[in-house]
């Protein structure tokens, strides 16, 4: 018998423990790296997950009441039917009653029923899918923010904080992003034509078949921006940076890159018809001559 128990023992020491088993069992994982995890309806009730890296997590339906998410990184994460009561989020807001499924943080709420929230801290909000068409959010930080398929149209949105921010096929079309920092945010089949982005920063943004027709992008930083498939037609890019950009089958008909820094950028099957080109630094790092229209004349 006691020679069983020791095998016993020794099985349960060497088998392997699934990351699944060991989170339900532990419930803390601080600074953990749970990037893609299946971790649907885990009992995680009061799991210390701070500053856990959480991207494309899967958490349907899972128990998070009272878990504390301290900086943890969640974009990407889903979260249907989750329940979040009274749990810490990212940003270090408690999650009010009925936060499932979404995290209603007191400036979550605050934004839902007001239809306004000024240099509030959204920092990781979870709002996508929500009508904020006209908001007022001058300031706003919504860095790392789940924002996809949402409409802005028309908000105010000047100097906002949307670094590292999920935006898929969100409607930002007449916005005011004046200065505003989306350095890093996923932007992909994004809506910003119209909007006023002058002085913008876009670098490394992600925005791939992301329109920005007839869009205010002066003085713009757009360096390193994957723009592939990006609809610029019409665009004023006026002293804009596109160094090393991505503009693979762009269209840029009839936009205005006066002054514009292309120096390195990716321009197969991008289209310059009747695109405005004057004094703009060219992929090769050539200046345009005056007259250059359509095509860069050096």
Partial sequence: MALLAILGLLGRILAPVSLREQLAASRSCRLCDLSS???????????????????????????????DLTNADLRHVRLQDTILTGATWSNGQTCGP????????????????????????????????????????????????????????????????????VAHGTDFSTCLLLEADLTEADLTGSNFSGAYLRSALLVGTVSTDTMFIQADLRGAVLQNARLNGARLAGADLAGASLKMA????????????????????????ASFRDAYLAGAIWVNGQRCEPGSIGRCQQ
Avoid: W
């Fill in 98 to 165: 009925d936060s499932i499924g979404r995290c209603l943080t007191p400036a979550t709420t605050h934004l839902m029923t007001s239809g306004h929230c000024p240099g509030c801290n959204l920092k990781s909000a979870t709002l996508a899918g929500l009508n904020l068409a006209g908001v007022y959010l001058k300031g706003v930080d919504l860095a790392r923010a789940a924002l996809s398929h949402i409409d802005f149209s028309g908000a105010e949105l000047t100097r906002a904080n949307l670094t590292r921010a």
């Fill in 246 to 269: 991505n503009l693979s089958r762009a269209d840029l008909s009839g936009a205005n890159l006066e002054g514009a820094n292309l120096a390195g950028a990716s321009i197969d099957g």
């Fill in 37 to 67: 995890a299946d971790l649907s309806g885990l009992d995680l009730k009061g799991a210390d997950l701070v500053g856990a890296l959480l991207q494309h997590a899967d958490l349907t339906a899972a128990n998070l009441s009272r878990a």
